[in-house]
């Protein structure tokens, strides 16, 4: 039995082979001949391949900045980090985070066949993750990891993945120019939130993707270019203000401390080179196979793909949105230290990746204004909102992460707290949850994507 679950946890916990068995499905389902099943199935599974690689290669050249940030100002605290928290997570809660993850799968995929939300949540990372983060707070309020835990664990992610993606497909449709596909991360409670805020503060008409270069700048406006040298800057400042003696003894095996910082500059940028190039295979190939299932199984169901798949919507809003979400979280830490409060040190994969998201939402609502409120907001949100998660989460609470993105955070905090008045009150407030969400749906008119098409 623990074989069986273990091979479903790696199966749905691996992007890749979830997706690729999606588009098998999917291609399957339209009947086509069995060598483009082939093909869109191996495309499929190699492109995720190439993103989740773009994305490892994007946080192994953050690795270090956050190293050099933590020893230029001299802090120590709590990171939020999802990847960390839920390594120590699951060593206590692994097969109750693994059963609650099927049930949620199920939970959203008869959520989008019954409901007005027609969204499969497709990024198994994530739906481990917040797996993971039910398990730990039902158990925490004193339920036992039996039957009961696992469905309403199951009831609440999955209801939780379905409509989290409806949120921010009015934003989507704007960044893509179409409904093809959904956001299928944890941050979209920020990302929708950072839309807004560009929609009612910013101005539309000025992108950060119009931004001019003088002609004899022209070449940065090639994104390779311009990262690398962006990148370079921050880099080699933080290496001078570290010093040598620190980085070539901690993080770069005596290499010079200043052609270190430039190479992982370099690196910084492949990295997002190579999710660019996955981003494009993807939808090259996932789209098409995802109309068999939108056709035969779940009707107009869009596919929730992972955050970079916006990255080529606004590259310069990624990089604006980065740097506003990080400096937002600096000086947060800053007020923390004079608050005496626990300190939350700015996680720098947390804020690249949410907040550059939350710069490309705000953004394509509000140009460069809604870039940098949006993604100010959003920073707020994940750098003060896990001072209220750690009371929530038993024993975690006493670990050295803890969850980083909105999406674990605000749903966290509310369920922990109704877990506070009892297990009633927690399972009401769960089934409560679903009701809700059901009935919200009969009420629109048509498909969610079609009523929400002018917010």
């Known amino acids: 039995m623990q074989a069986i679950i273990n091979f479903i946890v790696s199966i749905v916990s691996t992007p890749a082979i979830l997706v690729g068995l999606i588009a098998m499905l999917g291609l399957a389902l339209q009947k086509k001949p069995f060598t483009k099943t082939l093909e869109g199935t191996i495309k499929t599974f190699v492109g995720f391949l190439v993103l989740v690689g773009g994305s490892t290669i994007l946080q192994g050249a953050l690795a270090p900045f956050a190293s050099m940030f933590k020893f230029a100002l001299h802090v120590q605290g709590v990171v939020p980090s999802n990847e960390a928290v839920v390594a120590i997570a699951l060593q206590q809660y692994g097969t109750t985070t693994a059963l609650i993850m099927f049930v949620g799968m199920i939970v959203n995929i008869l959520l989008a066949r019954l409901t007005k939300f027609k969204y499969i949540f497709l990024t198994g990372q994530a739906m481990l993750y917040v797996s993971c983060l039910t398990a730990v707070i039902l158990i925490s309020t004193g339920m036992k990891a039996g039957a009961t835990t696992i469905i309403l664990g199951g009831l609440f992610e999955g209801t939780l993945l379905t409509v989290t993606p409806a949120l921010c497909q009015p934003f989507m449709r704007k960044i893509t120019g179409g409904d093809a596909v959904a956001m ?21 008409k000025k992108s950060t993707e119009d931004i001019k270069f003088p002609k004899g700048l022209s070449f940065l406006r090639d994104s390779t270019v311009s990262i690398t040298l962006v990148m370079a800057i921050v880099y080699i400042a933080l290496a001078l203000i570290s010093g040598p003696s620190f980085i070539e003894t901690k993080l770069s095996s005596g290499t010079n401390y200043l052609v270190y910082a430039l190479t992982q500059a370099g690196t910084f940028a492949a990295g997002f080179y ?22 035969k199984l779940v009707p107009n169901a869009k596919p929730a793909l992972d955050v970079p798949i916006i990255f080529p919507y606004g590259q310069n809003a990624l990089l604006i949105g980065f740097f506003v979400s990080f400096i937002v979280g600096t000086f947060s830490m800053f007020a923390m230290i004079a608050m005496g409060t626990t300190v939350i040190i700015p996680g720098v994969v947390g804020h690249f990746f949410c907040g550059g998201a939350a710069g490309i939402y705000g953004n394509a609502t509000g140009g460069r204004r809604g870039a940098v409120i949006g993604s100010a907001v959003n920073s707020l949100l994940i750098s003060w909102l896990p001072l ?60 969610q994507s079609k009523e929400t098409k002018k917010a």
């Open 184 to 204: 299928g991360h944890t941050g979209n409670i920020g990302y929708a939130t950072a839309g807004l805020m560009g929609k009612w503060f910013g101005n539309v």
């Open 388 to 447: 209220l998660i750690l009371p929530v989460l038993g024993g975690l609470k006493l670990a050295t992460s803890t969850f980083a993105d909105t999406d674990y955070l605000i749903p966290g905090i509310l369920l922990g707290k109704l877990g506070g008045f009892g297990q009633v009150a927690v399972t009401t407030g769960i089934i409560a949850f679903v009701v809700i969400v059901v009935i919200w749906s009969f009420f629109l008119k048509g498909d």
């Open 274 to 295: 190579v999710v660019l190039a996955g981003v494009r295979m993807i939808l090259g190939e996932i789209v098409p196979a995802f109309q068999g299932i939108a056709t």
